[in-house]
């Protein structure tokens, strides 16, 4: 049995499904240009009030939310069910190789592999323009809003983030849009966004994850002007955007530590102390969310979040530290979503940036090591130009293509 259970019926507010008929794979609008979602609000999300934080967007009457954007309905594909590439290889219009066990040759010739989903700022340039080269091409022909319109119909249903149900539905999410991406270009997986490499600068945003090469820039309106996503008009026909000056606290390397320490004991108060996994994975639940409200603007609110694709590199690194967590998990721990034979074999991830004394390389050009405060090596994000580089150890390394004169990184 897949660990990633069927898709229940979303409900389809003004909205009729076809395709598979589970309700959400693909979606027709009735009006073909302008679509009000309306009824129950989203359920109030990381404690929001509604009207009172400015950076929580696109709600109107704080609960209808508007579709404007036309869906073209040409994302159908079940394949995101496959846990194997000879399961996937029909909807790359591969040939599985009878001659070798269970390879699928592409058209190209070359051999569909794997996803390796690495972090972000370990891609090589090369693999990170692909990405985005391929994540840009959804994003034109519509399949990206399809994706996305996903999300949106089953945002309106508490039950998907809230509880279990989260964790295996999330993890079959992300394989919708890495298979359509790969579809684009084989070669692509889908990257993480390991937060914890940007904690430990002076300022977090300064990192280069929000630069030109990478996720883009915002304006000084919140408009995402640069990157893959610059200027996307999403569902609601609004422009992208985050927070103008990117706020908050990220995921810190310990809280990671606690979250996989498999004799993590949570005490309640008057019990004594034991091991929880229900607890364990609402605090990863909790550590996500931290990250929505960073990024602000649409990743902030539930029904828009997945307009900006970094959710998915964000989600992903979530469903990172939940595999790691299921791998190492108390085997009498009884979570019900975990299944002991789940593997699936369409793709992995790859470590996370590490470095030590004795080896300082964190293995990308965009990354350095520093023993920051706790003395124990660990890999960081490069600053971008202009960012502050004040009280980083090896500042002589931290700052891209420029160096820290001594509070501020400048250019070379
Ligand atoms: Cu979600």
Not at 34 to 56: A, R, T, V, Y
Not at 208 to 225: A, L, P
Not at 274 to 291: A, D, M, P, R, V
Not at 321 to 333: M, T
Request: glycine fraction near 6%; include cysteine.
């Amino acid at each position: 049995m897949p660990k990633i259970p069927p898709q229940e019926n979303g409900r389809n507010m003004n909205m009729e499904s076809k395709g598979d008929g589970n309700g959400v794979d693909s979606i027709t609008p009735n009006e073909p240009n302008h679509i009000i979602l309306s009824g129950k609000p989203p359920k109030e999300w990381f404690n929001k009030k509604c009207g009172q934080d400015p950076m929580l967007l696109n709600e109107d009457d704080c609960g209808n939310f508007t579709l404007v954007k036309k869906l073209l309905s040409n994302y159908t594909s079940e394949s995101w069910k496959c846990q194997t590439l000879s399961c996937l290889c029909p909807y790359f219009h591969g040939t599985i190789d009878t001659s070798e066990t269970k390879i699928c040759i592409l058209p190209s010739g070359k051999a569909l592999t794997k996803a390796i989903r690495k972090e972000y700022r370990m891609l090589t340039d090369e693999e990170r323009k692909k990405f985005h080269d391929a994540l840009k091409k959804l994003m034109k022909n519509g399949i990206y809003d399809e994706i996305s319109a996903i999300h949106l119909n089953i945002s309106r249903d508490d039950s998907y983030h809230n509880g279990n149900k989260f964790w295996n539905w999330h993890t079959g999410y992300l394989k919708r849009l890495e298979i359509e991406l790969r579809k684009i270009d084989p070669d692509v997986a889908l990257p993480y966004w390991d937060s914890t490499l940007d904690e430990n600068l002076p300022v977090s945003s300064d990192s280069i994850i929000w630069t030109d090469d990478f996720m883009g820039r915002s304006d000084e309106n919140g408009i995402v002007i640069s990157g893959p996503a610059a200027y996307w008009t999403s569902l609601n026909g609004q422009m992208l955007r985050r927070r103008p000056v990117l706020w908050g606290p990220l995921v810190q390397e310990g809280t990671i530590k606690y979250l996989l320490d498999e004799t993590q004991l949570y005490k309640p108060r008057n019990a004594n102390p034991k091991f929880n996994c229900s607890y364990q994975i609402k605090e990863l639940y909790e550590q996500h969310g931290t990250i929505h409200h960073y990024v602000g603007g649409d990743l902030q609110d539930l029904p828009t979040a997945t307009n900006d694709p970094a959710f998915f590199l964000h989600h992903c690194f979530v469903d990172l530290i939940f595999e790691l967590w299921r791998q190492q998990k108390d085997p009498s721990c009884h979570v019900s979503i975990i299944i002991d034979d789940y593997i699936d074999e369409t793709f992995e991830y790859a470590p996370r940036p590490t470095c030590s004394y004795e080896n300082p390389d964190c293995g990308s050009k965009y990354l350095f090591c520093d023993p920051s405060d706790t003395g124990i090596p660990s890999c960081i994000t490069k600053i971008s130009p202009g960012g502050l580089c004040s009280g980083i150890r090896n500042s002589h390394q931290a700052c891209l293509d420029g160096y820290c004169n001594g509070v501020i990184c400048v250019s070379n």
